[in-house]
């Protein structure tokens, strides 16, 4: 549910009165100077004194309050009885920039008053009870339910219902339905805040859902902006998009990042593929980060997180919106250079007073899909012979004839072979998917907001049990929220929070082609090998000890994947708090100032235990174990002054400053070689290594200030100023100042654009945005362990300088037809200066890295989105959104003297920045080319392979991404799909690369006779010649070839670059809403359940045999290789929804 | 700016990690700890994975000491794979190497006579290993912190040890009788000075006759004025590495690994000679074969012959051959002390200074060969009899058949051959130092470039045209890295230093026996 406008009201209908009765009241005057001053004005400009925008936060606030800010708004002078005003409802109200008579009438909702507006005077004056409705028709009355919701289906709270032609009226409640009784051929008025009114005749129906229509001329979409600020989306002059929170609790995924694909231009999720507990990568307009995260910064409340969002409950979350660059985020600091994702949690604002509460069922079940293609001809053995201990499927055809078992349990083949030492040779087609179990979560949420004059309180509780698709990768989670918004007093606030949040995993999988990846064994089982007879995976042996099952005993990097599930456990306990208290005071009419501290804590507390034989370390099993934490402290102070200079001039000026505390420190301990196997303590091992500690502490101090000017509401500049001290920096250069300037006009307000238009608007803004690094970078450091010193081989520089960001961007936004078509587009161009990194030298200059400054990393793109909504009637629309985003990383420049910087390699390939070409370029080994570009093959018919990873074969950047949502929605269904398109970008597969080298795709079926000819029919696509220049018609056999190019130790990364381009299904939600007069006789509120389906299938996927977008691991130099993931998975979901 | 300084005051002292000491603040009280760092890092090539990268992966396959039985690595089919080796070089370059440079700068500057002097030998030790895979190095430029670091010719290199030794043992030979205030922090000798002293003159002695092919006089020169100076005689001058839990031997990590397994020219060798010496180095074979024993004793210790292909390798061939010994193989536990310089090796060296002719100090050939065999015999706990019972250093043993059908490694007695030829007798020496030798496969490696023993088994398959299996490589080339990061260097060192392409059959300076 999201709460689009934060107020109950009711509009009322204003007639004439007879202004004597006003003249029976005492009547108070107020003006002042203001006033006066305006009043000449207004006398010339009362024509235009409706479109007067009113701003109105008040919470619990006596009416007299809310009036008189709204005369001091408007300029207006002020008439009422202040007897009857002081006894009137305190008032709640929270609108931006609306109209006078909007204001007022919101103002005085359910309150006994309508008002009159003449030349620059607002008359309050008391509902006339008895004036004289005009007559009802003699039409039948009948009941009427319904649900109002708007165009995208989100419902709307308060808006008000009226029989036109009376004073007959309700509003919808905080689920968006509503129930009056009128005569069956009445006419009923909706009205909304923002949307426009529209009249519907109730033609005998009873039951109406009616869809309102943004009103695109006092757009007021609020965007959360830096420092907790709520703007005016059309005042922003950057580009920043919301996310509809809907979304993320009902097509739930237990890493709330996930669920953000797709969904934003520019903004690229990437999963680590390695089960649940998995981290999620989030890009916002590509990397830029040579050493540190290009990842965005979380706020939360208005505070910077410590970390991310993944483990936060989405039924806790009101709205996140996604600031997509450094100028959006310039405020935050140091960390905002890649973008900021801010979210705002629930405070029960604007709930029915009393107690509501909600409570939410989503259950998801996740399944593996495999889109590798096995071979089920051969199996085990090399060289056509078959080998019951061999890891290869290089063994003869499968005949079905008795082969010897593989089995090293001596009491195996009695007890579960029936005493047969032979199996028949047959292919086990399922034996790799027989390993995977359909993936559960289920999800229940509580959530209870208790609602008084003075304070609103929410509760939130979410359980969440989620199983993995590999059986014992469980995940219990435990997220407990409590936030309270209270009224200390009429010009103090106090806002509070505190999270707890628990998870408990199960057995955290391990990744990429890491010795407890049970995926490293499973994807190369031999195509013969019987799942009956690995699931069997451990046994006693003579003396008692625990062994494993295996078909190649000791093999070192192999073994038997159940094992490995079931023997290698990996459990990780975290506990999270994050607290928040502020207070905030309303000084005088213009000046306010807020204070305000939070911290977020998170400990965890990790272990790995190896059970004995575990290949190859572990000596009556082995254990490490971790304990950490870490916190992060804000503390921020704001100052706020806000003045209208003048009609058309507004003015708002804020000053604050920030102090940052940052504190980890680890604690770890290890051994092997237990007294007792499988023991899992310290105290059982025999040679205890040195507890192994980590501290890190850094402190950031920082001043802002930032101001906004806005002219007629149409022109608004944007001026941001912070200056950061960090502790990580050397004294003299500690200190650094980064500015942002934005523009933003509304056009349509300024000048005359054809009708078409409804809505227009440019922007542009450059920021600048300084960045620290970690501490401890200005020392070499000398490590002591064991007894003895070791020199640290990153040579630091005590001169280091901050780095900087500078961006620039332009945008526009316009909405067409009322709406119907909207087209937002941004241009971009960010360089990331002076970045802390270290850089390799050769080792022989004494240490084998440098840290300095340097790079500059140029980040140049565009996003646009485009919508359309088809049918924006009540019962049936459909709402199409297409988002598009392409971005350019490129090295410009690395560091003087350097042209390339490797940052990470492994035995497939090298992950480099090379000045003058993209960011992340990926390099192997290759084939030996001529000049020509052919490949050299040698005289065994296999190519020529570079000794080196020098060959540059991928880069993972995308070319373009696009996401595709269609919704529809008759009555009280609703239907919407995502489709994400990704186009470029390449990566290697390691996974192919073993799985080749082993035998058991499908495509090293052909050519085992030895009739394969490279460049001829194998890697048709490449042409090859022999060292002789003739063209290659050497015969090689199936096996030989994958050997050469696949394999683990040394495998060619060419043979194996896979395109990313990809078409996927990203997501299916169907909703249906009970009608309200299902429910009006059972104890809910509202009910609501949806059907969701996410990541249903690929429509296309050029890579074939894996999701290019599982990954090996989130760290930047992990891009653009596959390595052993687990399967992507669908899955489909249901979610039940009860108010109360 | 005033709320910057006024509460930045303790931002320095934020920014210092107290867990942590930094370089600069290094002093007299933690020097110590580093000469143990760099004595400890230095035999292993700084960690387990250089040492598998290195050792365990190239000089032990190549000295045939082991046959590496894991299918997906090939360095035993002669492929030898610049990533690799990376690790290994890197790790001698990042973890050794500024250790050494350290200490030796910091005893110069302090004027710490004694420990200079040690940690000049150490630097003549660790490097002559490295330039021995390679030939051209990093030596003289090492450290000087700049984005090229130039090589060194290994001819040049070697005499530089020379010098090098020279310093040291004018150092040592002044401060005779005294105990360096390292203490126990030299896990080699405990601060002996006069140990340290054999140590250095008998390091100068295998240099010396490392260079005898290549310069005639400089080895003559520097082997007699070794043996004047003074060199290991007694086992209990040897100068080892020794192991504790937090120090244990890297093999004790390796050998789970299970990458490799006794080579059959060890089966051959040991068994032919019945060596007591077999149970020190390998384990019994999960599954022997009882069939290719000799007559009167047991032998459990089986062999497999280099080069074998995938296919084979995948057969189950750890299980029928011989890991290493109990010692090297519990993870966890210390394992042996790494050898560094043995009197038995003293001996060979003379023996072989003796049958040039040189004066290598009131002894011949054949006592210094029977000194070296009985001086590895005892380091091992033998009595001196060889597993038949009967007098081992006198016995005509000569290597059998590692199985049944094969034919022996070669017609090398363990008796000394007093009229055979010269080539015969130096074979003979090199084929007992290579079984002294073990597990130090470095020094096996260069022995067998430099002499051609001893005769081995060819590989039974070459995945690299260039070395045939009857061939073994004689360096490794250069290292990825080094392409990477110190390309100019490299490229100069190929086209200046090497007198070859940058592959593995262009010869070292000092390997030019004819």
């Given at each position: ?496 929070k505190i999270n707890y949040i628990r998870q408990d995993f199960k057995n955290v999988l391990f990744s990429g082609e890491s010795f407890n990846n049970p995926m490293r064994y499973l994807y190369q089982i031999p195509r013969n090998i019987r799942t009956s007879d690995l699931e ?585 290789r596959e390595s052993l993931s687990l399967p992507t998975t669908r899955s489909f979901g249901l979610s039940l929804n009860f108010g109360f | 700016m005033i709320f910057g300084t006024s509460c930045t005051k303790d931002f320095n002292e934020i920014n210092t990690n107290t867990k ?69 070089y890197g790790g001698f370059y990042t973890g050794v190497a500024p250790q050494v440079k350290y200490a030796e700068d910091y005893a110069v500057t302090n004027k710490y006579d004694i420990e200079n002097a040690m940690m000049k030998v150490w630097r003549v030790y660790v490097y ?387």
């Open positions: 549910m999201k709460l689009k406008i934060l107020i109950k009201g009711v509009v009322c209908g204003y007639r004439n009165n007879n202004p004597a009765g006003l003249l029976k009241s005492k009547l108070v005057f107020i003006m002042n100077l203001t006033a006066v001053i305006l009043t000449l004005s207004c006398l010339t400009v009362s024509a235009a004194g409706f479109a007067q925008k009113i701003t109105l936060s008040e919470r619990n606030a006596p009416l007299k309050t809310v009036l008189q800010e709204i005369r001091k708004q408007s300029g207006y002078q002020l008439v009422y009885n202040s007897d009857l005003i002081e006894k009137a409802k305190f008032v709640n109200i929270n609108v931006q920039r609306v109209s006078l008579k909007d204001a007022l009438t919101l103002s005085l909702a359910n309150q006994p008053f309508t008002f009159q507006i003449t030349e620059n005077i607002i008359l309050i004056k008391p509902i006339n009870v008895s004036a004289p409705l005009k007559s009802e028709t003699t039409a039948q009355r009948i009941e009427i339910r319904g649900k109002v919701s708007d165009t995208k289906g989100e419902t709307l709270i308060g808006v008000s219902v009226i029989v036109k032609g009376t004073t007959n009226g309700t509003s919808t409640d905080v689920e968006g339905n509503f129930y009056i009784n009128a005569p069956a051929d009445a006419i009923l008025i909706f009205k909304y805040i923002g949307f426009v009114t529209q009249e519907v005749p109730v033609n005998g129906q009873s039951t109406l859902d009616i869809r309102l229509r943004e009103d695109m001329q006092s757009l007021s979409e609020v965007v959360v902006t830096a420092l907790g600020i709520q703007r005016n989306k059309k005042s922003l002059s950057y580009a920043a998009q919301n996310i509809t929170t809907s979304e993320l609790t009902q097509a739930r995924s237990t890493n709330l990042l996930e669920g953000l694909g797709g969904k934003v231009a520019g903004l690229t999720i990437t999963n680590s593929g390695s089960g649940v507990g998995a981290a999620s990568k989030v890009l916002l307009r590509g990397n830029r980060s040579i050493s540190g995260s290009s990842q965005p910064l979380y706020i939360v409340d208005g505070i910077t997180l410590n970390g991310d969002i993944s483990n936060l409950s989405p039924d806790d979350i009101e709205s996140l919106s996604v600031l997509k660059g450094a100028n959006a985020a310039a405020l935050y600091g140091s960390r905002a250079n890649n973008g900021a994702i801010v979210v705002v949690t629930k405070s029960g604002k604007g709930a029915t007073k009393g107690v509501t509460s909600n409570v939410g069922f989503t259950f998801n079940g996740n399944d593996p899909i495999i889109l590798t293609k096995y071979q089920n001809q051969y199996g085990q053995g090399a060289g056509g012979v078959y080998s019951p201990s061999s890891v290869t499927s290089w063994g003869p055809k499968f005949d079905g004839s008795p082969v010897r078992h593989w089995s090293n349990d001596p009491n195996f083949i009695t007890n579960q072979l029936g005493g047969s030492t032979t199996y028949a040779y047959n292919a086990q087609p399922d034996n790799i998917k027989d390993f995977f179990q359909l993936g559960r979560s289920f999800a229940t949420n509580l959530s209870v907001n208790i609602n008084s004059e003075k304070s609103n309180v929410a509760l939130g509780y979410t359980h969440t049990d989620a199983s993995g698709i590999i059986q014992g990768n469980n995940l219990g989670s435990h997220n407990l929220s409590m936030r309270m918004l209270s009224d200390l007093n009429k010009n103090l606030k106090l806002d509070s069997h995976y451990e046994f006693a042996n003579a003396a008692g000890q625990v062994k494993q099952h295996f078909y190649s005993p000791n093999f070192n990097g192999a073994g038997n994947p159940y094992w490995t599930r079931n023997n290698i456990e990996n459990p990780l306990e975290l506990e999270r708090v994050l607290g928040m208290l502020s207070l905030s005071y309303k000084i005088s009419e213009n000046w306010s100032i807020q204070g305000r501290s939070a911290l977020d804590r998170s400990n965890s507390m990790g272990e790995t235990r190896l059970h004995n034989d575990t290949y190859v370390i572990a000596a009556n099993g082995s254990y490490s174990r971790v304990n950490s934490n870490s916190f992060e402290w804000n503390t921020d102070a704001l100052l706020t002054f806000s003045k209208d200079l003048s009609k058309n001039f507004k003015i708002n000026l804020n000053a604050g400053a920030n102090n940052r505390i940052y504190k980890a420190n680890a604690l770890g301990g290890s051994g092997a070689n237990f007294q007792i196997q499988n023991l899992f303590s310290l105290a059982n091992t025999l040679d205890p290594r040195p507890a192994d500690t980590y501290e890190r502490h850094k402190e950031v101090q920082s001043v802002y200030g930032f101001g906004d000017l806005s002219f007629k509401d149409a022109i608004f500049l944007n001026i941001t100023g912070r200056n950061d001290w960090s502790s990580t920096l050397p004294s003299n250069n500690r200190s650094y100042f980064y500015p942002s300037v934005g523009l933003s006009a509304i056009l349509t307000d300024l000048v005359e654009l054809p009708k078409f238009f409804t809505y227009a608007k440019v922007r542009a803004s450059y920021a600048e945005v300084g960045n620290d690094t970690d501490p401890y970078n200005l020392s070499r450091t000398a490590s002591i362990s064991n007894g003895t010193i070791s020199l640290s081989s990153v040579l630091p520089n005590a001169n280091l300088r901050p780095e900087s960001t500078h961006s620039t961007e332009l945008g526009l936004e316009l909405r067409m037809l009322e709406g119907k078509l909207r087209f937002d587009a941004t241009a971009y161009k960010t360089n990331t200066f002076d970045q802390l990194f270290a850089s390799p030298v050769p080792v022989g200059s004494g240490v084998s890295s440098v840290f300095q400054n340097g790079a500059d990393i140029q980040n140049k793109g565009f996003e646009a989105s485009l919508g359309t909504s088809l049918f924006s009637e009540r019962a049936f629309n459909w709402d199409i959104d297409l988002n598009f985003s392409k971005n350019k990383s490129t090295v410009l420049e690395i560091a003087e003297g350097f042209n390339q910087l490797s940052q990470a390699s492994d035995y497939i390939r090298i992950y480099k920045l090379v000045k003058g070409q993209p960011f992340g370029d990926i390099y192997s080994r290759g084939y030996v080319r001529d000049a020509q570009g052919r490949v050299i093959v040698s005289s065994n018919g296999l190519p020529q392979i570079t000794t080196g990873q020098d060959v540059q074969v991928a880069n993972f950047n995308p070319d373009w991404l696009a996401g595709i949502n269609n919704s529809f929605r008759y009555k009280n269904f609703s239907l919407s799909t995502l489709i994400d398109v990704r186009k470029g970008g390449s990566f290697i597969s390691f996974t192919e690369a073993i799985e080749s080298g082993v035998g058991v795709l499908d495509y090293t079926e052909q050519g085992r006779d030895g009739s394969l000819v490279f460049g001829g029919n194998i890697f048709t696509n490449e042409t090859a010649v022999t060292q002789s220049g003739a063209a290659n018609t050497i015969n090689v056999s199936s096996e030989r070839l994958w050997n050469h190019l696949g394999g683990v130790g040394a495998p060619v990364g060419e043979s194996f670059v896979r395109d990313a381009t990809n078409i996927r299904l990203r997501e299916f939600v169907f909703g249906y809403q009970l009608p309200a007069e299902l429910l009006s006789k059972t104890p809910f509120r509202s009910a609501r359940f949806s059907l969701v389906g996410r990541n249903l299938f690929f429509l296309y996927n050029k890579s074939e045999y894996v999701d290019p977008e599982m990954v090996t691991d989130v760290a930047n130099s992990s891009e653009g | 942590v000491l930094t370089v600069d603040g290094l002093d007299q009280s933690s020097y110590g700890f580093v000469v143990k760092r760099a004595l400890y890092s230095g035999v292993y090539f700084d960690n387990s994975t250089s040492f598998l990268r290195g050792h365990a992966a190239f000089s032990d396959i190549y000295s045939n000491y082991q046959t590496h039985t894991h299918p997906d690595f090939y360095s035993d089919n002669f492929v030898l794979n610049g990533a690799w080796l990376d690790a290994f002559h290993r490295i330039t021995d895979f390679w030939g051209p190095i990093p030596y003289s430029k090492f450290g000087n912190g700049e984005k090229t670091v130039p090589y060194d010719k290994q001819e040049d290199i070697y005499k530089d040890f020379f010098i090098t030794l020279d310093q040291a043992v004018a150092l040592l030979k002044s401060n005779r009788g005294k105990t360096s205030f390292l203490g126990a922090q030299d896990v080699m000798y405990a601060g002996n000075v006069d140990k340290w002293l054999k140590l250095a003159n008998t390091l100068r002695l295998r240099l010396a006759l490392r260079v005898k092919y290549a310069d005639a006089a400089l080895a003559k020169t520097n082997a007699e004025k070794a043996i004047a100076d003074g060199v290991i005689e007694s086992n209990a001058d040897n100068a080892t590495v020794k192991s504790a839990i937090a120090f244990a031997n890297k093999y004790n990590t390796l050998t789970a690994w299970s990458d490799f397994r006794m080579s059959a020219d060890m089966e051959s060798v040991l068994k032919g000679y019945a060596d007591p010496r077999a149970a020190k180095f390998f384990s019994a074979a999960g599954t022997s074969d009882p069939s290719d024993d000799p007559a009167g004793f047991t032998f459990n210790f089986e062999g497999i012959r280099n080069g074998q292909t995938k296919i084979a390798k995948q057969s189950g061939i750890n299980a029928v051959s011989s890991n290493m010994a109990p010692a090297y193989l519990t993870v966890g536990d210390k394992g042996p002390d790494w050898p560094v310089l043995r009197a038995a090796e003293a001996y060979f060296l003379r023996a072989e200074g003796a049958l040039e002719g040189w004066n290598m100090g009131g002894g011949s050939t054949k006592s210094f060969y029977e000194s070296g065999i009985s001086a590895s015999l005892s380091e091992h706990g033998s009595d001196g009899k060889n597993l038949a019972g009967n007098p081992y250093v006198s016995s005509t043993n000569v290597p059998v058949g590692y199985d049944s059908q094969s034919v022996p490694v070669s017609t090398i007695p363990v008796a000394f051959q007093a009229s055979a030829s010269k080539e015969r007798v130096l074979e003979q020496i090199i084929t007992q130092k290579w079984i002294a030798l073990y597990p130090d496969s470095e020094e096996a490696w260069a022995e067998r470039r430099r002499t051609n023993y001893p005769t081995l088994y060819d590989r039974i398959l070459s995945e690299n045209p260039d070395i045939p299996v009857n061939k073994i490589p004689r360096r490794v080339p250069f290292v990825g890295i080094e392409y990477n990061n110190n390309r100019t260097a490299v490229e100069a060192a190929v086209a200046t230093m090497l007198g070859g392409p940058d592959n593995g059959v262009t010869k070292l300076w000092w390997d030019k026996k004819p």
